[in-house]
């Protein structure tokens, strides 16, 4: 089984019975080193163990690597001064202690403390989420957006990642768009906070607020077909994006973005 597979079955209240900070770190443990599903006194442990000895499998190698990662990244975050960084992130300070910082991942409440991640007061389930969160509060904040905007293309040792962007993003969201009408796509945006912002001969400009200090530029342009044009979208950074992420994390935000506009235009 995956640490994802053995996560959903825990309480994800990281209560630490099982001598683990967290609920994912006691599933990876299960998943990549034979942890017993024992130790964990709310675990429905039912046929489980047949499956333990099997293994992992290959496709499941990237979900623990992604799981260890998480661990890593929050034991990173541990140190950090919170009081220091929320407003550099754009965060604010609540909990026990002012020691959770608080804010939006497109239009989801995030809650981070040194025990772990709610999101609108769950667990993720994707661990990229975390790795991506994890990664935007390591960088500790930067200089503040400059509202100008750039292709993925021009931003440093991105060359590779620009069809990725395209696949999972870009090309989606433009199959999407292209069979609703603007006033419907415009009201998706906006319910992800986003603002009205035109470009020239676009059919739509929109800034929208991923997290708090990472604003991403949609634009989309209707199909011509008596032109031979496609509908098209493209998404644009701002010139300090890389203060506060990675390539990698940028990508998957921008893929995030594409998911939750695909839930509400539903």
């Not at 683990?20 to 163990?49: I, R």
């Not at 300070?93 to 804010?103: A, K, M």
């Not at 994890?134 to 100008?148: C, E, K, L, M, V």
Request: proline share 7%.
């Amino acid at each position: 089984m995956t640490p994802f597979e053995i996560v959903q079955r825990t309480p994800k209240n990281n209560c630490r019975q099982c001598g683990y900070p967290s609920c994912l770190a006691f599933s990876a443990a299960v998943a990549k080193s034979g942890e017993s599903f024992d130790k964990c006194p709310y675990l429905d442990t039912t046929g489980l163990n047949e499956l333990q000895n099997q293994g992992p499998a290959l496709e499941e190698l990237s979900s623990q690597r992604d799981l260890a990662l998480v661990e890593h990244l929050k034991d990173k975050i541990s140190a950090l001064d919170f009081a220091l960084i929320a407003a550099p992130l754009g965060a604010t300070l609540c909990g026990e202690n002012n020691q959770t910082l608080s804010f939006l991942f497109l239009d989801q409440q995030v809650l981070l403390n040194r025990q772990g991640i709610l999101l609108d007061g769950h667990t993720p389930d994707d661990p990229r989420d975390q790795i991506l969160i994890y990664n935007y509060i390591h960088s500790q904040g930067g200089t503040d957006p400059a509202w100008d905007w750039l292709g993925l293309e021009t931003l440093p040792n991105s060359i590779s990642k620009v069809r990725t962007l395209a696949t999972y993003c870009e090309n989606r969201l433009a199959e999407l768009f292209s069979h609703l009408p603007v006033e419907t796509i415009m009201a998706a945006c906006a319910r992800l906070g986003g603002v009205a912002h035109p470009s020239p001969s676009a059919t739509l400009g929109c800034i929208i607020p991923v997290l708090p200090k990472i604003p991403q530029y949609l634009i989309y342009w209707e199909a011509e077909p008596e032109d031979g044009f496609p509908a098209k979208v493209k998404i644009l950074f701002d010139r300090q994006v890389l203060d506060f992420l990675d390539l990698e994390s940028l990508i998957f935000s921008a893929e995030r973005l594409a998911d939750r506009l695909a839930v509400l235009l539903a």
